[in-house]
């Protein structure tokens, strides 16, 4: 299979501007174009009668399976525990018979997901999966296989892949959400609706990359980063710090806005950038006191909202202008400034994005 790099400087950046075509294109595979209803393969269990759903994963994929968490919980009512892949198989989890378990991967081979998954195979657990390459082990032993339609990735940091493991993992959330009897025919088709709107904000967001780079040239001068964000938005502050330690080599975390006070605050000086997810949801307002807590502390705040820069109570370093989206999808949309970053950061700094030191796209050692 030959893929090259079309007008893009390297395979990321040409997978990041694919996302757009790509979430269309694994929403069109699991919406029913006339009528916006959900329409997934058979499933080898009832949604309305397991008592929970286990997820694992590693790396970017683990953090898809954190953002399904909370559409699980708020749309379906569904309990769901999340774990990194190497984890589960050591902590003596309690895995119930005929539970159902799901692994989320983009190769499909990754050893830790793959030993995971034989583990809970193992202890009487159904096997569900989301993989981008169908013709992988993972999927291959899976009950049932829900593909990614991202194409081939090459780029080792996940981008594309990401998005689309999040939008079928919201597609089984709603799907769940039915089963259960949690949602109806009109809450879904809302939600579907939202769902076909991420095309779009993604294609406005990738039309103009100045601010990145502008942030860019910020941000490649410091030695650490911290990502804050709130509840579905949580998980994608530590994607963004992953996604910028793995091409950048910046130091980078992620944490939930409201633990900030509880031990990272410490860190805060005028040396160091913070970067708040915080679209204008119930939230915000929470987000927002916590920026000024950086802010009183001399700390740099780059806000990524739909917000206004007067919302925000303290002054800004930088705002990166999101459109204003349901905040149910807000993680696939917010998903393109964090990639956005720290790809513009690292390109200034000269790193080698495609193929970063030490990492491998599939890992298949554990
Ligand atoms: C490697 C890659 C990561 C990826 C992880 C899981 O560490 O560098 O980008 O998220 O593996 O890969 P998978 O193929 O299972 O999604």
New binding site residues.
């Given amino acids: 299979l030959l893929v090259d790099k079309g007008n893009h400087r390297h395979f990321m950046a040409k997978e990041i501007h694919e996302q757009p075509e790509v979430v269309g294109h694994t929403l069109a595979s699991l919406v029913r174009f006339d009528t916006d209803e959900i329409e997934l393969p058979e499933l080898p269990f009832d949604f309305a009668e397991i008592p929970r759903l286990t997820i694992s994963?590693?790396?970017?994929?683990?953090?898809a399976g954190l953002v399904a968490k909370y559409w699980f919980e708020r749309w379906a009512r569904l309990p769901v525990e999340v774990d990194i892949?190497s984890e589960l198989r050591y902590r003596d989890a309690v895995l119930d018979e005929g539970g159902v378990s799901l692994f989320?991967?983009?190769?499909?081979?990754?050893a830790?997901?793959l030993a995971t998954l034989r583990h809970c195979r193992e202890h009487g657990q159904k096997i569900i999966s989301v993989?981008?390459?169908t013709e992988s082990s993972?999927a291959r032993e899976s009950d049932l296989v829900l593909p990614t339609l991202a194409g081939p990735e090459i780029g080792?940091?996940?981008t594309k892949?990401?998005t689309a493991?999040l939008t079928v993992l919201a597609c089984l959330a709603i799907a769940a959400g039915k089963a259960r009897g949690v949602i109806d025919e009109a809450r879904e088709k809302e939600l579907v609706g939202a769902l076909n709107e991420v095309p779009r904000h993604m294609a406005t967001l990738l039309r103009d990359e100045v601010p990145y780079e502008e942030i860019g040239h910020a941000l490649s001068k410091a030695d650490d980063v911290l990502y804050l964000g709130r509840g579905q938005n949580f998980p994608l502050a530590m994607e963004g710090a992953?996604k910028l330690k793995?091409i950048s080599y910046i130091h980078a975390e992620g944490y939930a806005a409201g633990e900030l006070k509880h031990g990272p605050i410490a860190l805060i000086d005028e040396k160091m950038p913070v970067i708040v997810i915080a679209p204008r949801d119930g939230l915000f307002d929470k987000t927002v006191s916590n920026m000024q807590e950086v802010a009183a502390r001399g700390g740099q705040i780059i806000l990524i909202s739909d917000a206004e820069s007067g919302e925000a109570g303290c002054a800004l370093d930088g705002l990166l202008h999101v459109p204003p989206v349901d905040p149910f999808v807000a993680p696939l949309v917010y998903a393109i400034p964090i990639q956005l970053i720290a790809y513009h950061t690292a390109t200034l700094m000269g790193t080698d994005v495609d193929q970063?030191r030490n990492?491998?796209?599939?890992?298949t050692v554990e």
């Fill in positions: 994963a590693c790396g970017t994929a683990y953090y892949a989320i991967s983009q190769s499909g081979e990754t830790d997901t993989v981008n390459v993972i080792v940091a996940s892949a990401f493991q992953l793995e970063p990492l491998a796209k599939s890992v």
